[in-house]
Structures are given as C-alpha cells and as structure tokens.
C-alpha cells in the first residue's frame, strides 16, 4: 500500500472512498462480498496493496483490492485502445492517361493493400493539355483498374467518378462481405 493519503487522479482510493459499506473485489477477480469500509481497507493492507473504487452509481459501490499504479496503467491502456480503432485515412492511387496494364495492375495490388487495411482510397487521373478532350478514353482507363481490383477484393464506390479542373477522381472503400459473400449482382463501376 503507498504511503500518501490522497491520490491525484479522479478515481478515488483508500481514504477517500466515502461509502460506509462497500462490495470489495480481490486482485484475482473473485468476490469477497459486502463488507464496511474499515474492514475492506484493513483487508488492502494486509495484502499490501490499495482498495479502490470502480463503480460510482452502484449502491453499495464495488471496490478492488489491486495495486493503484497497475490500475491506472490498465485504465489508460484500454482508453487508448478504444480511441484508435476508429480511425481510417484516405489514400492515394494515382493513375496516368497512358498507363500500361502491367502499371494498372501494380495500382490494383497496392489499393488492394490499402482496402485490406481499413483505409479508403481516392483513385485520381490527372488530365494534361490534349488528353482532356479525351475524358471516355480516360473512363475507360479507370474501368479498367476497377476490373482488376475487383479480381482482388471487393469494393464499393463511395464517391462515383467526377470530373474536377485536373482530371477524374472517385473514391472507393472495401465491401463489407457477408456469410454467403459479396453480391455480384451489384454494379460497381461509373
């Protein structure tokens, strides 16, 4: 048990756990049930270790026999994981107007490598001087590279193809497969 008598953290411990009863758990898990507070500290001290309070709406709350450092430590970690799972990030494919399929292929492996990971992908053709008064044979560059990436994992349009003052440009993100697949019923390509 630590020396100080007030911690600085929200949660409260030890002293300043102010319930007159409380339901104590040990550091195994198991339940000690209710028991006065006087008693589940005196329990705390014998194993060398804090009694902290875990449930602040519950009445009688629940408190655990556990080291404070450790319970912090946990705390933490298990905020910090439940932030970061819900980030994706847009990336980028870019395609040329003279691509060659060995070229397309090689963009449809690394959109395949960034769907598989979460992340949705911007697929963008940018249109110099003369090839913008070709933009069907840019269309049908794009179709292309959609063929082959659905050879490789299913996708989904999220933004269809749109012409911007540099070129095309859509947006693409996995299909979520159910048990019997994904639907091949669905049109993917714009």
Same mark, same amino acid.
């Given at each position: 048990?630590?020396k100080?008598k007030?911690?600085?953290d929200?949660?409260?411990?030890?002293?300043?756990?102010?319930?007159?009863?409380?339901?104590?758990v040990?550091?195994?898990?198991k /339940?000690?049930? +209710?028991?006065?507070?006087?008693?589940?500290?005196?329990a705390?001290?014998?194993?060398n270790?804090? &009694?902290?309070? +875990?449930?602040? $709406?519950?009445? @009688?709350?629940?408190?655990?026999?556990?080291d404070?450092?450790k319970y912090?430590?946990?705390? *933490?970690k298990?905020?910090k994981?439940? /932030?970061?799972?819900h980030?994706?990030? #847009?990336?980028?494919?870019? #395609?040329?107007f003279?691509?060659?399929?060995?070229?397309?292929?090689?963009? %449809?492996r690394q959109?395949?490598?960034?769907? $598989? *990971?979460?992340h949705k +992908? !911007?697929?963008?053709?940018?249109?110099r001087?003369?090839? =913008?008064? &070709? @933009?069907n044979?840019?269309?049908e =560059?794009?179709? *292309?590279?959609?063929e082959?990436?659905?050879?490789?994992? @299913?996708? *989904?349009?999220?933004?269809? &193809?749109?012409?911007q003052?540099?070129?095309?440009?859509?947006i693409?993100? !996995?299909? %979520?497969?159910? @048990?019997?697949?994904p639907?091949?019923?669905?049109?993917k390509?714009?």
């Open positions: 048990m630590q100080r007030y911690f600085s929200k949660t409260l411990a030890n002293q300043q756990i102010r319930a007159r009863r409380v339901r104590v040990d550091e195994a898990g /339940q000690l049930g +209710v028991m006065d507070l006087r008693e589940a500290l005196r705390a001290r014998k194993h270790l804090d &009694l902290i309070q +875990v449930t602040k $709406k519950v009445e @009688p709350p629940v408190c655990k026999i556990t404070y450092g912090l430590y946990w705390e *933490k298990k905020k994981s439940t /932030q970061t799972k980030t994706s990030e #847009l990336k980028g494919i870019r #395609l040329r003279a691509i060659s399929q060995h070229d397309l292929e090689i963009r %449809a959109a395949e490598k960034f769907l $598989k *990971k979460g +992908v !911007r697929v963008e053709m940018n249109l001087g003369r090839e =913008k008064a &070709l @933009p044979f840019a269309r =560059k794009i179709n *292309k590279f959609l082959t990436l659905d050879k490789l994992v @299913p996708y *989904k349009v999220e933004r269809d &193809l749109r012409k003052p540099r070129g095309l440009t859509m693409i993100v !996995r299909k %979520a497969v159910g @048990p019997a697949g639907n091949k019923n669905e049109s390509n714009p």
